[in-house]
């Protein structure tokens, strides 16, 4: 059974920086997709940023430039976010794509406020 759990999340001032980090454990396949999503009060889950297998990362338009995503080899991924804004605040969930299944993270709480 595939499990990922977050960590990193917090309460941090506009303009400061966090480090989310996703444990993953289980039977992963090799080739497969990690990447972060947030979900804004009342709103859809929206992608912020993922990485293949192979290294091929994508951006949302709205944290280019501010956060970046990585992978280790002990099927670990981070996200680290800079220059944190106020609309940034959202709960922030851990994917993994392989073939045909998805696995989700619990979630994690980020704030950013004076």
């Known amino acids: 059974q595939v499990q990922l759990v977050e960590s990193g999340g917090g309460l941090v001032q506009p303009g400061g920086s966090l480090r989310l980090s996703c444990a993953a454990s289980g039977s992963i396949f090799s080739v497969n997709v990690m990447g972060w999503y947030r979900q804004f009060p009342g709103k859809q889950r929206e992608l912020v940023a993922t990485?293949?297998?192979?290294?091929?990362t994508n951006y949302a338009d709205s944290v280019k430039g501010r956060f970046t995503i990585s992978r280790d080899k002990a099927k670990n991924t981070y996200l680290q976010m800079n220059s944190l804004k106020p609309e940034d605040t959202a709960v922030y969930y851990c994917?993994?794509?392989?073939?045909?299944?998805?696995?989700w993270g619990q979630g994690t709480q980020v704030t950013v406020s004076s």
């Open positions: 994917n993994l794509k392989v073939i045909d299944r998805e696995y």
């Open positions: 990485m293949t297998s192979a290294g091929s």
